[in-house]
């Protein structure tokens, strides 16, 4: 008896879970590259609301920063961007453009951004309120870049532990790079952009920064090939 309760009461948090994930908004496409002068004028997301009311919204933008361990740090860069709009009631059932545009000034080497769409609690009642709670934030990543901007991903160091290797790839390039971008062989194994991925967790490398991660499951010494997609 105990037994089936505990079943259905499994039951019922996956349902709750499945419902509250069929009604989460999404933020399309999850990744866009302005490349200037291209794009100077900038692209266009899609946030779609598939629930049925209205979505309240507001848009921010902020700056990522990767660090070794693959830790990010964000600052604010509303500045740097124009987004229209800033904020939107998006209507049930519908969807909602929103533009970007870059007015950060020249680049020396690419940035890379987190665009968020943060839901706000929908204010019936006609007054300003304070401390605003943030329901729900969905994000896209935005890299700026120029035209002739490239990455050159190398392997700086590894070394190896009981049950895999760990290696070190620093982003000598003026571009970012994403390792799914690559893969690895080690002797006679070759690890794919997928598993190499899954293995290092987060996979942007911004210029002039370094991951660091385990290879799983392999040995010997690491050869690095970029341009695998």
Not at 192 to 216: M, S
Request: glycine residues 10%.
């Amino acid at each position: 008896m105990l037994r089936n309760m505990f079943g259905l009461a499994a039951g019922l948090l996956m349902l709750a879970l499945f419902a509250q994930g069929a009604l989460c908004f999404t933020l399309e496409p999850t990744v866009t590259v302005l490349r200037l002068p291209a794009d100077i004028t900038g692209q266009t997301l899609v946030l779609k609301n598939p629930r049925e009311v209205d979505l309240p919204v507001v848009f921010e933008i902020f700056e990522r920063q990767i660090n070794e361990d693959g830790s990010e740090v964000t600052t604010p860069a509303d500045d740097d961007f124009v987004i229209f709009p800033p904020q939107a009631v998006v209507p049930a059932g519908k969807a909602q453009a929103v533009r970007i545009q870059w007015v950060g000034g020249a680049l020396s080497q690419s940035r890379s951004f987190t665009l968020y769409a943060s839901e706000q609690p929908l204010n019936l009642s006609g007054q300003a309120q304070s401390g605003v709670q943030t329901i729900l934030r969905m994000g896209a990543s935005v890299h700026v870049t120029n035209q002739g901007f490239m990455p050159t991903p190398k392997l700086i160091r590894y070394h190896p532990v009981p049950d895999g290797v760990v290696v070190s790839i620093k982003n000598n390039g003026n571009e970012f790079l994403y390792i799914d971008m690559l893969k690895m062989k080690f002797g006679r194994e070759e690890v794919g952009a997928f598993e190499l991925a899954n293995d290092a967790g987060r996979t942007l490398i911004t210029p002039g920064a370094t991951r660091t991660f385990k290879v799983d499951g392999v040995q010997g010494v690491p050869e690095l090939h970029f341009g695998v997609r």
